[in-house]
């Protein structure tokens, strides 16, 4: 399974848009990428997934270029209640491994 | 539609004693994942389910874990005996995808253990 990359940390303020870019030099041509979002005290909960191009859900977009070594979840003006920690995840099917994740922190 | 439900959602117990944790799935969810997260890391897959066959173990200590899927709904994980390392918390999630196919998990809240 790819292995991924992603930024320790990220801090912004309230209305601002987020990206967090996450790299997966090894992904494998069956490999899709998922986005996981995850409170204290709480499991992950999933964001949105993608195989190719552009995703868009009601929270978030996913963007994905043509080589697919590299993936940026997009957060559109972002709240307080946006403070927590995001996985990229890479893998085929149900063989998710999750790394360390970034730790965003909303301020006002 | 009820989420993911685990018990307990705390449990303090003494080193080598005995520990299980339940988890109940979504309704009609095929795949169910145990995985265990320590503080500040990600979660980390032990043991995952399609229906009730286990299909992928390999990173379940067996000498002390164990886990079962009885009739491929309800499943319990149990540690015997608990080491201090092993505080931390228990992740049950499900999914209604079976291997090969892409989809979310649906995590419950887990369980938090702490072995003294």
């Known amino acids: 399974l790819a292995k991924t990359t992603q930024p320790i940390s990220m801090d912004s303020y309230e209305g601002q848009e987020v990206n967090i870019t996450c790299s997966h030099n090894n992904i494998a041509t069956n490999d899709y990428i998922t986005w996981y979002q995850q409170f204290p005290s709480q499991g992950p909960r999933f964001i949105i997934q993608?195989?190719?191009t552009k995703v868009t859900n009601e929270v978030a977009s996913l963007f994905i270029p043509a080589d697919r070594k590299s993936s940026t979840l997009s957060l559109p003006r972002v709240s307080l209640s946006d403070t927590a920690v995001y996985y990229c995840?890479?893998?085929?099917?149900?063989?998710?491994?999750f790394g360390k994740g970034t730790t965003l922190s909303v301020s006002s | 539609e009820a989420g993911v439900v685990q018990s307990p959602r705390y449990k303090i117990i003494e080193k080598k004693q005995p520990v299980a944790f339940w988890c109940n799935p979504i309704?009609?969810?095929?795949?169910l994942y145990w995985y265990l997260q320590n503080l500040g890391q990600g979660p980390e897959l032990l043991i995952r389910?399609?229906?009730?066959?286990?299909?992928?173990d390999s990173q379940l200590p067996k000498d002390r874990f164990s886990a079962e899927r009885l009739k491929g709904v309800d499943s319990t994980l149990k540690i015997q005996p608990a080491e201090l390392g092993d505080s931390a918390v228990y992740l049950c999630?499900?999914?209604?995808?079976?291997?090969?196919?892409?989809?979310?998990?649906?995590f419950g809240p887990g369980t938090r253990l702490t072995v003294l």
């Open positions: 999630a499900s999914s209604p995808r079976l291997a090969g196919d892409s989809g979310e998990q649906f």
């Open positions: 995840l890479v893998g085929e099917g149900t063989a998710l491994i």
């Open positions: 993608g195989y190719k």
């Open positions: 389910y399609e229906n009730e066959e286990a299909v992928d």
């Open positions: 309704s009609g969810h095929n795949t």
